[in-house]
């Protein structure tokens, strides 16, 4: 299972970190956490690749972020999901949607 | 957050790195603990846990290095996609991106050209100098005349070099190169000498390309004779030979031993660029029999040092200024209220750097204007393509576009303008200026004008381009992005009056602007008029060269200048000539004169005369009618009986409503000793005034002047009293020669050719035409004039522009509401009218502030330059008329096609 965690595709993992941030702000390690959680444990996105991938999304414009207290009180920063985002949330499931379906018949037939 | 906060808070993330750098640690720092958290919680020791963590989180620098790469990637894609897409909408839209990059290269072009000349001329330190920036200009200022004299005498320099110890070195050299003739082997030509203090190469550190320069040892007591060329004049008149080196040339038929070459980009201290250099005792030379090193009265050098180490120009002005106290102590009446000035040392000398910025700030500043309008045209053109965008614009808005990423999108698209702009506006400085230098009056003496683009010029350039892109961009940027979505998408026509009133007032104001400019460029074309009418002699056609036969060899000359003059009224293409001591219009030699009947003022024993040795035919050549009497002719020879010509206010104040001709005048001279020669001088002729419109009031300089009088002086006192002589009964041999062509073709060459062809070794300045010799005020309206003008008529067309603008997209917009009104049974007049009305009511407002402006304006002018009206009703109305007609031009267009709308089609539009 090791190998399939590594070999994250970078717009999978964009992907993912909109999903889990589509229901509510979240912190860099919450967004991990769900991420984890939401695939079963499947994929859990290290630290060297989903603080990147957050500060990227950050700076396209489809997440704002805030600082705040955490569970813990830590100040940690919150990030959650602008208009931009949710729409580009909205495409990218379709176009996901589209080649998983293709490959399921492609690797079924 | 209004979009301006949020532009400025994009701004500072750009610029805060460490702020950002901060919160990323801080960010890193509570995921890591927090993940040591997890693990404490799942049973390990927070030894342990901390390991484990560090395990998962990898090296947190590389952590941190690949957040920031994935920040600026993200912000560079961006960019990318902003430029991407500017590109496109600007390639879609060709008339618009052409306008728009035309304006503002236009007024970038403008703006940069005035750089280009100023950067060259006042902030560039002399080339092939060491180290320029510790090099100085010092000059005298008298103090309580303002524009007074700013050169010095030698002795005066003396004084100067022994007291200064804030300067490692204090040179000398005469302000003007003078002409000279250098002979070889090969023949003799006119060269242009400076005549320079010893150490002038040493304090410079100017290198040599050949031999050595002159040195503090050089002074007068040496023997030897020695010169030092240039190295232009090397190659051109010796081929570059390095035999000239040590070899004898004739300096003005003196044998000299050139020392040495020049570096080549050595060019002389300011514009005036010298073919030879002489050491200054060899002013006995050029010049025999002057008392230039001992007198302090011959003011026409100028002076230079050399900072030492660690002194600042400050501190060396406030020596000088001791120096020059002391120096005054010494000699209280030759250097009374003389102070001492220090500047940077550069193309143009002295007190003139002061006059030649202030011209260069007005300059600028009409410029900038330009630059002003140019912006206000494109933002006006912006703003009316936002309305056409406000759909997209509502509809990225929909979607989730932040507004601060429209903003950078909006500003990304006026960049990219600015830049092709710029681009263009910089290839046209180029141009402009090397056509500037060309349309420059030809110089008698050789000059070095080298304005080049370099890299302060090309930054001027991007900045001035920075700026004009956030003038024109911000406000339609800011503008556009607060579009309403719901009234946007709802609905074309409404919500757009906001956006109409400021693109209206960025017409108004391009309007006045321009107004404002072309009223300018009037009044200074009038008071050129005025010059021209004011002066009574007409100087276009007559060509104008001085020589001097006394540094030629002459003894007498006399019969040479009569061949001269003969020669040249034999010539085909020349109309009339004639040989003159002084210039139309600049006076002449001062005496004192007295008048048999006619009492002095009170308080003197003679009047102040002024005389002017002419040949026959000055006036004929001056298109001058006598108003009495006749002209000088063959007859009045040095044996004759000794005639005069008088100025009609001289005659008019000597002899009121009576005959002057016939009458004597008495000439008392000193010549030598103190004998009074007196010469009866019959009166010929009467001729009219000729003024120099810009001509100094001539101060008399007798001692009893400044002394306070108590005694009851005339209402008015007497004129200087003008008097032309026979140039055959007093011989100068220092002369101009003027000569009027037949045809438009110029007769300087001929003159030239003549003078030559008599004697080849005579120097001479290269004739000029007449009528640029009227004076620095004189040039200087004329390019203030022109520049105003090109700049006014420029602001002009855009504005039109503008106008044009506002009125088809307002027609445009009111399709529909002029489609209803044609329906109703509008005329096509109606319509014409309400569309002229709109337009026109913006034209007639700029109209009115910018002459309003202008009457403020005028005011400003006329304090600064002498000569210009500050209200002239005609300029106002001519202008006021100008911009109307423009305007009904501009508004025409629109208005024909409004009343082309078809109002079927117009009502089925929606």
């Known amino acids: ?109 | 957050m209004t979009p301006l906060r949020r532009l400025i808070a994009f701004w500072r993330n750009l610029w805060r790195r460490e702020h950002l750098d901060r919160d990323l640690n801080d960010e890193l720092r509570t995921a890591f603990d927090s993940l040591v958290d997890d693990h404490v919680r799942a049973g390990l020791s927070r030894e342990e846990a901390q390991r484990a963590a560090a395990l998962e989180f990898g090296p947190i620098e590389s952590v941190k290095d690949r957040v920031r790469d994935a920040r600026a990637g993200a912000s560079l894609d961006i960019l990318r996609l902003d430029l991407r897409y500017a590109a496109r909408l600007l390639r879609r839209s060709p008339l618009f991106t052409t306008v728009a990059t035309l304006s503002l290269a236009v007024g970038i072009a403008a703006t940069t050209t005035i750089f280009t000349v100023g950067n060259g001329l006042l902030f560039r330190a002399p080339s092939g100098v060491q180290d320029p920036d510790t090099l100085v200009d010092i000059f005298r200022a008298e103090e309580g005349v303002p524009m007074g004299n700013f050169t010095s005498s030698y002795p005066y320099f003396l004084d100067v070099q022994r007291s200064a110890t804030s300067l490692s070195g204090v040179f000398a050299y005469e302000l003007e190169p003078r002409p000279i003739t250098i002979g070889s082997a090969d023949g003799t030509e006119v060269a242009f000498a400076n005549l320079v203090s010893p150490n002038y190469f040493t304090v410079l550190g100017v290198r040599s390309a050949a031999g050595r320069l002159f040195t503090a040892a050089d002074d007068s007591t040496s023997e030897e004779s020695i010169a030092v060329l240039s190295c232009r004049f090397w190659q051109r008149r010796f081929n570059g030979d390095r035999a000239i080196v040590g070899a004898t040339i004739q300096v003005n038929r003196y044998p000299f031993t050139v020392v040495g070459i020049a570096d080549e980009q050595f060019h002389g201290v300011n514009l005036l660029s010298p073919e030879v250099w002489l050491p200054m005792s060899a002013i006995a030379v050029v010049q025999p029999g002057t008392r230039r090193l001992t007198n302090r009265a011959l003011l026409d050098l100028g002076m230079g040092g050399r900072l030492k180490v660690e002194t600042s120009r400050s501190q060396a002005a406030a020596e000088l200024d001791q120096i020059a106290r002391q120096i005054e102590a010494a000699y209280p009446t030759e250097e009374h209220g003389i102070r001492l000035r220090v500047g940077r040392l550069s193309s143009i000398p002295g007190a003139l750097t002061t006059v030649a910025t202030g011209l260069f700030m007005l300059l600028l500043a009409v410029v900038s204007t330009v630059l002003i309008i140019a912006c206000a045209n494109v933002s006006g053109v912006l703003l009316a393509r936002a309305a056409l965008r406000r759909r997209e614009m509502a509809v990225r808005i929909a979607i989730g576009a932040g507004r601060r990423r429209l903003i950078q999108q909006l500003l990304t698209e006026t960049m990219l303008l600015a830049v092709l702009g710029g681009a263009t506006g910089l290839a046209v400085a180029r141009a402009a200026t090397s056509l500037l230098l060309a349309a420059l009056p030809p110089f008698p003496v050789p000059i070095d004008i080298s304005v080049p683009l370099d890299r302060h010029v090309v930054a001027f350039a991007v900045l001035v381009s920075g700026i004009a892109a956030g003038l024109a961009g911000l406000a339609p940027a800011l503008h556009a992005s607060r579009a309403d979505i719901i009234v946007a998408l709802k609905d074309e026509s409404q919500g757009s009056s906001d956006r109409q009133r400021l693109r209206s007032a960025f017409v108004v104001a391009q309007v006045a602007f321009s107004c404002v400019l072309v009223v300018i460029a009037v009044l200074l074309v009038q008071a050129l008029q005025r010059i021209a009418a004011t002066q009574d002699f007409d100087p276009h056609g007559v060509e104008v060269t001085s020589i001097d036969l006394a540094t030629a060899g002459y003894a007498a000359g006399g019969t040479f200048a009569r061949d001269l003059v003969d020669r040249l009224r034999a010539h085909s293409a020349v109309e009339s000539a004639t040989l003159a001591q002084w210039m139309p219009g600049r006076g002449g030699t001062d005496v004192a004169v007295t008048v048999p009947g006619v009492t002095p003022p009170v308080g003197e024993s003679s009047f102040l005369g002024t005389a002017n040795a002419i040949d026959s035919d000055f006036f004929r050549t001056l298109r001058v009618q006598l108003r009495a009497g006749r002209d000088f002719n063959a007859s009045d020879t040095a044996d004759g009986e000794p005639v005069t010509i008088i100025s009609a206010t001289t005659a008019r104040y000597l002899w009121p409503n009576q005959e002057a001709v016939g009458r004597y005048i008495t000439w008392h001279e000193r010549r030598g000793g103190t004998t009074d020669i007196v010469t009866m001088l019959r009166v010929v002729g009467v001729a009219p005034d000729l003024k120099s419109p810009f001509g100094r009031p001539r101060r008399r300089a007798t001692p009893r002047d400044a002394a306070p009088t108590t005694d009851v002086r005339p209402a008015a006192a007497p004129p200087v009293l003008m008097m032309y002589v026979p140039l055959r009964q007093r011989f100068t041999p220092r002369f101009s020669i003027l000569a009027r062509a037949r045809g438009e073709q110029p007769v300087g060459q001929e003159i030239r050719r003549l003078v030559k062809a008599m004697d080849i070794n005579l120097p001479m300045m290269t004739p000029q035409p007449l009528d640029a010799d009227t004076g620095p005020v004189y040039l200087q309206i004329r390019v203030a004039a022109s520049v105003a003008g090109a700049v006014g008529l420029i602001g002009l067309v855009l504005a039109a522009m503008g106008v044009y603008g506002v009125a088809a997209y307002s027609t445009q917009s009111r399709t529909r509401e002029i489609g209803v009104r044609l329906a109703l049974g509008a005329q096509q007049a109606d319509i014409v009218r309400m569309v002229l009305h709109h337009g026109m009511t913006l034209v007639t407002a700029g109209a009115a502030v910018g002459l309003a402006l202008a009457l403020a304006g005028g005011q400003l002018l006329s304090s600064r330059l002498a000569g210009v009206e500050p209200f002239s009703a005609t300029a106002f109305s001519i202008v006021a008329a100008l911009f109307l007609s423009v305007g009904l031009a501009a508004c025409y267009l629109p208005a024909r096609h409004a009343t082309q709308i078809d109002a079927m089609e117009a009502l089925r539009y929606e």
């Open chain 1, 1 to 109: 299972m090791k190998d399939t965690r590594t070999a994250l595709l970078q717009g999978t993992l964009d992907l993912l970190i909109l999903k889990a941030l589509s229901t509510g702000e979240l912190h860099g390690l919450g967004v991990s956490r769900r991420i984890e959680q939401m695939t079963g444990g499947t994929f859990a996105p290290q630290p060297g690749s989903l603080f990147p991938a957050l500060h990227r999304l950050e700076e396209a414009g489809w997440l704002e972020s805030s600082w705040d207290a955490s569970e813990n009180n830590r100040r940690a920063k919150f990030y959650k999901l602008t208009r931009a985002g949710r729409r580009q949330l909205g495409e990218e499931t379709e176009a996901w949607q589209r080649i998983a379906m293709a490959m399921t018949r492609a690797l079924e037939a």
